[in-house]
């Protein structure tokens, strides 16, 4: 197969991967593993790597933060004030 014939990433690729992760790409774009790493190289594995692990921080973090709001309003609500 000449590179020519080769399926370049989607324009939103970058995005959709750092968003999503190795485990939702492949169906989301429904294509073979083979062309997602292609993908990965091409958009620079170590950033994109970084990227997606900043993320998963970030997302980490608000959870995180949403959990503890979500304690300190049921013990607001089950013993009453602050």
Do not use: C
Request: hydrophobic letters at 30%; glycine letters at 6%.
């Amino acid at each position: 197969m000449d590179s020519e014939d080769l399926q370049p990433p989607p324009p939103d690729f970058r995005e959709k991967f750092v968003e999503m992760g190795w485990s939702d790409i492949e169906n989301h774009y429904k294509v073979h593993a083979k062309t997602i790493r292609r993908w990965i190289d091409e958009e620079g594995r170590e950033a994109l790597i970084a990227a997606r692990s900043a993320h998963v921080e970030e997302r980490r973090r608000q959870h995180r933060a949403e959990r503890r709001r979500l304690m300190t309003v049921e013990r607001q609500r089950r013993y009453g004030g602050g």
